[in-house]
């Protein structure tokens, strides 16, 4: 596995991956606020964001929580946002 810190210390990896989660959550929420605001004619399903920042709020929440999912963190982490890219990229070769 390619590690993302060249240290072993996983306290620092963790943050990392907390503060993805968080930055993650707010970033979903405010591009769709943004996007709303700016255009009136994009017909934007805010539910999906909504979902996907939840799923941020609750690893991050579970982090704290769960020993397990704090050792696992890496892999929720990269489930999630690979799931949030294919989706996005979903919706940008279905508008064409």
Known sequence: MIRLFLTNN???E?????????IGAVAT?????LIQISSETVNENFQERIVVALLCFGIYAL????DWVKKQTHHFVNTLFALAFIV???????NN
Request: glycine share 8%; charged share 15%; net charge positive.
């Open 14 to 22: 963790l943050k990392f991956f907390r503060n993805m989660l968080l």
């Open 29 to 33: 929420l405010g591009f769709g606020w």
């Open 88 to 94: 996005i990229m979903n919706k940008m070769v279905s």
């Open 10 to 12: 996983t306290d620092v």
């Open 63 to 66: 982090t704290f929580l769960s």
